[in-house]
């Protein structure tokens, strides 16, 4: 009986998907095709969960608390003497240091994290994820969450492991909206920055421009899908913020795209007067000459949040410390290198990229710590310069 009841149903859900097909056959096989494409992707580009991160909670000035994944595959972590410090992955204390900022919503799980992390791992980084407040299953201390005119948390991240590794170098990596955080870092310490060399993954430098332009045709409907991964994470931490007068919980879950989440609840956690006040202290366009470390850049020219017409490419040009690529394509954080995406780092061209730029910086600071010990002398400490 409950065979034939199947076979009923099957016969007539395939009269009905014939009956669509008939009469909408383009939006009937771009379902189709944008299934194929999603179970393709499921099993070819998303990797599992790495369980190789080893967490170090740190604190921040007030009373909030950072999460600082450090990826250690071999297990080989050791608890620091000092009381004053927690379980540090140090394997060998002069050994550089690399430390990826991640995007808008993403943590050590993102999936260019989990490719990039292995990768300088196996150049020969002690390799860390800055988690931002409350993702990666960081449990927020105060009602504070992140935004990107605000670095803050960086600070305290970098100080805590130039505290702990004096004599290592650093060098961080920040894609998209780690990197407008690195950037501002950046610009605002000049000279005095405690990383060594930075890279930039598909920056917004103009966020101005970038707003306006994921609010336009076929931007928007990713647009959408970032201000619902925002308000997720608001309403998961909803407890630090609901006794606060500022914030309307209503008003913020009808929020549409991220111009409305940033005036509900980002410059009102900030302390913004508006959504354009947040944006232009966000934007680094006409202070890239302010940036004192090297600094390599790559933008793609269809980005749809970093469009060319908004990147500071004379302003780089006249810069003595920051160089940057801009490709045809690529789009944001993309750079596929294949029709079809892939797992390997090989297959998209920005990682490619920052591993060569990792080997050389890596390659450079060993001659000279090899130089160092020949010579029995200390060497300059900006191996990277």
């Known amino acids: 009986m409950i065979s034939i009841q199947i076979l009923e149903f099957a016969n007539h859900l395939l009269d009905q998907l014939i009956g669509f097909y008939l009469t909408n056959p383009r939006t009937l096989s771009a379902i189709v095709i944008a299934a194929a494409y999603y179970v393709y992707y499921l099993r070819n580009v998303v990797q599992a969960s790495v369980s190789s991160f080893k967490p170090l909670l740190i604190s921040a000035e007030d009373g909030g608390q950072i999460s600082l994944d450090w990826y250690d595959p071999d297990g080989n972590s050791e608890q620091c003497e000092s ?12 050994r550089p240091i690399a430390i990826f900022l991640p995007g808008l ?19 020969g980084y002690r390799a860390v994820c800055v988690n931002y407040r409350g993702l990666g299953n960081t449990r927020l201390l105060t009602p504070r969450l992140y935004c990107a005119a605000n670095d803050d948390d960086l600070r305290s991240a970098l100080g805590h492991i130039r505290q702990f590794n004096p004599d290592s170098k650093i060098v961080a990596i920040g894609i998209s909206m780690g990197g407008i955080i690195l950037a501002r870092y950046l610009i605002s310490t000049g000279s005095k920055a405690l990383v060594d060399a930075a890279f930039l993954v598909s920056v917004c430098f103009n966020f101005m421009e970038v707003v306006d332009s994921m609010e336009r045709g076929l931007n928007y409907p990713l647009n959408q899908l970032l201000t619902k991964s925002l308000i997720n994470i608001v309403l998961e931490h909803w407890q630090w913020f609901q006794d606060l007068p500022q914030f309307d919980i209503d008003v913020i879950r009808k929020c ?32 890239i000459s302010c940036i004192k470390k090297p600094t390599f850049c790559i933008n793609a020219a269809d980005d749809m949040f970093a469009p060319i017409e908004t990147l500071p490419i004379d302003e780089v040009q006249m810069s003595s410390h920051v160089a940057m690529l801009v490709t045809a394509r690529g789009g944001h954080i993309g750079f596929m290198e294949s029709l079809l995406p892939r797992r390997t780092a090989s297959s998209y061209y920005s990682e490619r990229v920052v591993g060569e730029y990792l080997k050389a910086l890596y390659n ?22």
Not at 83 to 94: D, F, L, M
Not at 257 to 286: L, P, Q
Not at 368 to 381: A, F, H, M, Y
Request: charged share 25%.
């Open 83 to 94: 009381s004053k410090c927690e379980s540090v992955p140090h394997y060998s204390y002069n």
């Open 364 to 385: 450079i600071s060993d001659i000279r710590c090899n130089l160092q010990c020949i010579c029995n002398e200390p060497l300059s400490s900006t191996c990277f310069n």
């Open 105 to 123: 919503t993403g943590c050590s799980q993102a999936e260019y994290i989990k490719t990039l992390v292995p990768m300088a791992h196996d150049i």
């Open 256 to 287: 549409r795209n991220i111009r409305e989440f940033d005036e509900a609840f980002t410059i009102r956690m900030f302390n913004f007067k508006t959504s354009s006040d947040y944006y232009r202290e966000s934007s680094h366009k006409g202070r």
